[in-house]
């Protein structure tokens, strides 16, 4: 039998607006840019695929103008005319020719596995060994900048059964100031709500203690990369030192990053994020480590579009275990859309599609309307 062979694939760079200001630590994001990988091979079929990055390069290494010139320069022509159903194969090949741009290639591997779960008439998942769960817990992130304003908001989202987790950005203005706002929310929303806080490694060591410490009394439930990543010792402190959990986020992103958390005792929860890990695969061998040492799981967001949120929700559906839930809330985020049926929230949950590989169809008239044109 003749092999399918991967014959173009494109980057296209889309900006959508955010349907209100988003205020991180380090940035204060407007609107989203999703670069968006169509792959289309010699069988007719066509694979999509997303990579996001928050706040252009606020976040981490990649920009999503430097993850489409990566893609356009260097990994599409390693993976024109190669086998579109060998994904490990194909991305072995990505390994050669770019050794880091782990959002870059996390976006052509959705893409893949997209084509041949269309061509296997299977969801994304599946290929994954099977989701095992078809519902996946999903929080909110109340970052306004203003309390009286995410109080209400978190009050919306509750009633309306959409969520009932909230994550607080915090580590931009001074502790005093977080700690009042976080506070606050806690007291308005009461045990109706589960409230975590992500400061973004804003905290020194020492600032972090004293913080944590108000924030376990205040009530919340989970500190997310309270200090910087690199700093994995002083986690290991703050984690030794609260009852409350510590999550790492910034400070994991690979198998091997994980198993220096799990050797160092440095997090309680690990999040996953397909984009710093490089793709689904790689997404999976790092929760294989992070759940080989004990450490509870949470599918986490890089604030992708429909696309890449699918992506990552066909992953966590497959892990055997993940006890924080997930943060997939990025198209919710987004004022539209570019796929033709967004994805499902209801009873505080994400709900996995059955059609084949991602389930989900692009609108190409959207598509044309908010791809970058210069
Ligand atoms: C992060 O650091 O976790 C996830 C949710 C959100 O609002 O921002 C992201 C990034
Ligand atoms: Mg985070």
Request: with cysteine.
């Amino acid at each position: 039998m003749d092999k399918v062979r991967i014959e173009s694939v494109e980057a296209v760079l889309v900006d959508l607006p955010t349907i209100r200001a988003h205020q991180l630590a380090m940035t204060v994001m407007q609107n989203q840019t999703l670069v968006i990988v169509r792959l289309r091979c010699s069988d007719g079929v066509e694979g999509l695929g997303e990579a996001t990055t928050i706040g252009g390069l606020a976040y981490g290494e990649e920009s999503p103008e430097g993850i489409k010139l990566a893609i356009d320069t260097y990994l599409a022509p390693a993976l024109i005319g190669q086998d579109a159903a060998n994904v490990r194969a194909a991305l072995a090949r990505l390994d050669k020719v770019a050794r880091g741009n782990r959002f870059a290639k996390s976006a052509l591997e959705t893409a893949m596995l997209d084509a041949q779960g269309k061509r296997l008439n299977v969801p994304l998942a599946t290929l994954l060994g099977g989701a095992v769960r078809a519902q996946l817990p999903v929080l909110w992130t109340l970052a306004s900048g203003d309390t009286a304003r995410d109080i209400e908001e978190a009050e919306s989202l509750l009633h309306a059964r959409r969520h009932n987790t909230f994550k607080l950005k915090i580590g931009r203005r001074e502790i005093a100031a977080d700690v009042a706002h976080v506070s606050r929310i806690k007291q308005a929303l009461g045990d109706r709500a589960r409230v975590t806080v992500d400061v973004n490694q804003a905290w020194s060591e020492a600032d972090a203690a004293g913080a944590i410490a108000q924030l376990e009394a205040a009530g919340v439930d989970l500190i997310e990369q309270p200090i910087p990543r690199t700093n994995l010792p002083g986690l290991a402190r703050l984690a030794a030192r609260f009852v409350v959990p510590i999550m790492a986020d910034e400070a994991v992103c690979t198998p091997e990053d994980a198993l220096d958390i799990a050797r160092l005792g440095a997090a309680d929860v690990l999040a996953l994020k397909i984009a710093k890990s490089g793709g689904l695969l790689e997404m999976g061998r790092t929760a294989a480590v992070g759940d080989a040492a004990g450490m509870a799981l949470y599918g986490g967001t890089m604030l992708e579009g429909s696309i890449g949120s699918m992506a990552s929700a066909h992953g966590f559906a497959a892990l055997p275990r993940l006890g924080w839930g997930t943060e997939l809330f990025g198209p919710l985020l987004l004022k539209d859309d570019i796929v033709v049926v967004p994805p499902r929230y209801r009873d505080f949950a994400l709900e996995l599609p059955d059609g084949p590989g991602l389930g989900l169809a692009l609108d190409e008239d959207k598509l044309a309307f908010y791809r970058r044109k210069v």
